[in-house]
């Protein structure tokens, strides 16, 4: 294996000797599936986002410009792929079931009946989390899920990190208001 840096690589494949890609493809196929592979839940899906994420990324090469690291930029790459290819399975009503749901807003102050199951629970929770916007659903994503400090958020969002901490708490407030009313009408029932 090749110990140059990436950017070496990248004046390489930008000079025209597009073989060198191969070597960041090797380098960076795990973190890009593995992204994948947790928005989309679907091993074959995942696959296809990330070979569509490494293919974008070629294309779109020369438009790196090295504010980041290439990871990050590939990282925003890949995720926006997969996000993108679970909006088209959501709106063909295929949506993904979320794990550990609980432990993404343990922050959140909701009283819950004892008599709702774990399973209703997670329901209302997921509920809640698919009526936030997408970027709301992304920055949840991004820090409760694949659990990237604020600044990484900032640099894939494009946004300040003070902007992502503000937009967080505000996003958490969202979500405790829609639970609490979610869960006051289940327990009406």
Known sequence: MNKQSDEWHIEKVLAGETLAFSHLVE??????????CKILDNKEEAEDAAQESFIKAFKSLSTFNNKSSFSTWLYKIAYNQAIDKLKIKKKRGNLIEIDDVNEAIENIDIEIDSH????????????????????DQLIMTLYYYDGLRLKEIAEIMGLEENNIKIKLFRIRNKLSSFLKKDLQAYNEK
């Open 27 to 36: 380098k960076y196929q795990h973190m890009v599936f593995t992204i994948s």
């Open 116 to 135: 709702i199951d774990n399973k209703e629970i997670q329901l209302i929770i997921k509920q809640g989390i698919e009526r936030l916007p997408s970027t």
